[in-house]
């Protein structure tokens, strides 16, 4: 029987934003640069401005200047390009994230795109997922790169490790194996279409399931003592009538299978938003010349 451990990814995001907060203060006295994070929320999804409040806090909390720009769901898509060439404009604002999903009738492509790449902290912009496809420098996707960093923290060297990724959107699963193939892993992308995803899935020395389906992932898809990363968020009903947060993976069969596994909350999920002020920290360097 294999003793599977939780990934405590609220205590390394606690202690990279510590990192990262001691950064911005030598960034402030040695050069008299605050980064500054615009996030812009269109709309009152409630679960979007949950993670705005935690965002604009934690980044407060990191000694940065945080602008928050809270939209009407009925915005016109022009008003949204014009606030993005404001903030493109503005000296102050070194990174900036529009909130996904975005209402219906505004193109979110075209969003994206308007997005100058040097603040482009999500790392979403064509030219910053071009970038790290061809290995240059580049704003990296938050919620990948927090998978990675706990990656290389539990287990050194990723190196030759058979990875399969289970999802292939743009902003997790796609990114994510570029990163994982960046640290020499031998990676499966799997999606809605793969033959045998079970089978697959067993191959994986580390899997990691973004799909946003609620336990999808069996404990008997997990091959004994692999390493198991849970990006999904989904929020399900209880009896009472609240609701609770779960994975893409069926938590409680995991155990006794799985070497590790993040659990949900407190695992991918606080590593986005300190990936977010990483990259908030690079990008500020990299406009300062730094
Ligand atoms: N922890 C965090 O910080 C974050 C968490 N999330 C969560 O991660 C999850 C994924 O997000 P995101 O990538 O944006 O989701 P998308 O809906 O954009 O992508 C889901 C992917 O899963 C695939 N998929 C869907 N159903 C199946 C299935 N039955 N079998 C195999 N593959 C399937 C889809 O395949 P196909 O392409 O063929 O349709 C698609 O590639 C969600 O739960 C989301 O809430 C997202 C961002 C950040
Ligand atoms: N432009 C853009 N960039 C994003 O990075 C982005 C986005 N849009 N839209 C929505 C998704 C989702 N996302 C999360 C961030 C933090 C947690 C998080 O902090 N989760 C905690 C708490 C969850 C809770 O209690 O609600 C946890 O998992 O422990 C989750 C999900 C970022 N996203
Ligand atoms: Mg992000």
């Known amino acids: 029987m294999i003793e599977t451990k939780p990934i405590d ?25 605050t980064p500054g994070l615009a996030v812009v929320l269109v709309g009152e999804d409630p679960a979007s401005q949950v993670y705005v409040r ?73 030219v910053n997922a071009g970038r790290l496809a061809v290995g240059l420098d580049a704003l990296v996707p938050c919620t990948p790169l927090g998978c990675v960093m706990l990656l290389k923290h539990h287990l050194g060297n990723l190196s030759g490790l058979k990875a399969v990724v289970v999802g292939r959107s743009n902003i997790v699963g796609k990114p994510a194996a570029q990163l994982l193939l960046k640290e020499d892993c031998t ?30 992932v069996r404990g008997d898809w997990i091959k004994p003592g692999a390493t198991v990363i849970d990006v999904g968020i989904n929020r399900v009903p209880k009896e009472d009538g609240k609701t609770r947060l779960v994975g893409d993976v069926a938590y409680g069969e995991a155990q006794g299978i799985a070497g590790l596994i993040t659990p949900v909350p407190g695992g991918v999920g606080p590593m986005t938003i300190a990936c977010l002020l990483q990259n908030t920290l690079t990008a500020t360097r990299r406009q300062n010349g730094l």
């Open 9 to 33: 990814g609220k205590a390394f995001a606690a202690n990279l934003r510590a990192r990262i907060a001691e950064q911005v203060a030598d960034l402030v006295r040695t050069r008299g640069v």
């Open 54 to 126: 935690n965002k604009a806090a934690q980044t407060l909390e990191a000694g940065m200047a945080s602008f928050e720009h809270k939209l009407p769901a009925d915005t016109a898509e022009a008003d949204l390009l014009a606030l993005v060439a404001r903030l493109n404009a503005d000296p102050a604002v070194n990174g900036i994230l529009v909130q996904l999903p975005l209402p219906g009738h505004i193109d979110s492509t075209k969003v994206l795109a308007a997005i100058e790449p040097a603040k482009d902290v999500d790392g979403f912009h064509v």
């Open 187 to 216: 990676v499966t992308i799997a999606h809605s279409r793969t033959r045998d995803l079970p089978g697959e899935c067993r191959q994986a020395d580390i899997l990691v399931a973004a799909v946003g389906r609620p336990e999808m």
